[in-house]
């Protein structure tokens, strides 16, 4: 799975590559007058990043004190190539409208003139470069705390001011590290909540290479206790190991399980599912009714743990009251956020799904390049009201 994964991403970058190969030559380094041989250092410098991204995947022999830094400079490199490909098409469509202009009027455009809009265009888009990306990379690295209010029905009249702190696709792995767990576990603890749920992609990599990179997690502090379910990330990275691997962390995993908790003498059920391709890498399999098919009294209000959003589909039949997921990252930046809306049925923040109320997070850490312009992460604080 791994290697069609690596292998299918491969020709998309490559594609994208060739064509901002083509606008970084022809749009930016002929107008300012630069080497053209800065884009054959770009050609070797993709071409390493990839080979890094390969090794961390297949091997992760390589030391993370090392390979941190790189990869968050490759991974902005290649998060930038979008926004090279969104410019330079921009750039395109103006110059073939000005050579029609041109065309249909039968005049010679002025070559002067030619080359002082290239110019312009050139250091606009160096200019957009460097705005965007650094605004996109400061929000990657600064969720957003976010408090939400959520209506339960009347029927729980007691757990009114229930607080739950939600953190979900942190991907920790060669770009986050143990520092990036500090700073979340420190903001978590502000909130000062009754539990704190954990909704899946919590690392990229082997126990073996980073599983110490996850042990502040275990200073997570509520009062009802910390409860995780897996996403897809951990499935590609050997679920049940990293599950013994959390277990160690206090964290009480729910996989097709729920557990009993009580609050101001109010009893309610959190139930979690494994996610949807758990059963291609496992023995798991995602069943929102077998999580609470232990349960005696169904009556009683249910809160649901699961990675993807489309779990509400097959959560509905059993009367959940509250879902809780992640896995969209919101679509993570521009232009995905517009992309991944038209993909998954809900993208980020909170829905109402036939009477379930549903809560997409848009992840607390990030996956791949370092940039989430106009899509930050988030750690969410819900307040049953």
């Not at 996109?136 to 729980?156: C, D, F, T």
């Amino acid at each position: 799975m791994r290697l069609i994964f690596f292998s299918v991403a491969t020709i998309i970058l490559s594609l994208v590559w060739l064509y901002s190969r083509r606008t970084i030559l022809h749009h930016f380094l002929v107008p300012l007058r630069l080497s053209k041989k800065i884009v054959i250092g770009l050609d070797l410098f993709l071409l390493f990043t990839v080979f890094l991204i390969y090794l961390w995947g297949n091997t992760n022999f390589l030391p993370y004190s090392y390979t941190s830094v790189i990869m968050n400079i490759s991974y902005f490199f290649l998060g930038m190539l979008w926004f090279v490909v969104l410019i330079g098409g921009s750039i395109d469509a103006y110059e073939y409208f000005i050579e029609k202009k041109s065309q249909e009027s039968d005049e010679d455009f002025d070559p002067s003139r030619r080359l002082f809009l290239k110019r312009n265009f050139a250091l606009t888009g160096v200019s957009l470069f460097a705005t965007l990306g650094g605004v996109g990379a400061y929000q990657a690295y600064h969720p957003n705390i976010k408090k939400v209010s959520i209506r339960l029905s009347e029927k729980y009249p007691n757990l009114k001011g229930l607080k739950i702190t939600q953190i979900s696709d942190l991907h920790i792995g060669p770009v986050l590290g143990i520092n990036y767990v500090k700073f979340v576990v420190e903001e978590a603890n502000k909130l000062d909540s009754d539990l704190i749920v954990v909704t899946g992609d919590l690392m990229d990599g082997t126990p073996e290479a980073i599983g110490n990179m996850l042990d502040p997690l275990i200073n997570l502090q509520s009062r009802l206790g910390t409860y995780y379910v897996t996403g897809n990330h951990e499935y590609y990275w050997d679920a049940p190991r990293w599950i013994e691997q959390v277990k160690k962390l206090n964290f009480n995993v729910l996989i097709n399980e729920s557990i009993l908790l009580d609050y101001k003498n109010e009893k309610f059920i959190l139930a979690g599912v494994p996610d949807t391709i758990s059963s291609q890498f496992t023995d798991h399999h995602c069943d929102p009714g077998k999580a609470i098919e232990n349960q005696k009294d169904k009556n009683l209000c249910k809160i649901l743990l699961g990675h993807r959003p489309k779990i509400c589909f097959d959560a509905e039949k059993y009367n959940y009251d509250f879902f809780l997921c992640g896995h969209t990252h919101g679509g993570q930046g521009f232009p995905w956020n517009y992309i991944t809306y038209f993909v998954q049925p809900y993208l980020n923040g909170l829905y109402n799904h036939k009477g379930m109320w549903l809560y997409v997070n848009p992840g607390t850490g990030f996956w791949g390049p370092p940039n989430r312009l106009g899509v930050s992460g988030e750690i969410t604080q819900f307040t049953i009201v």
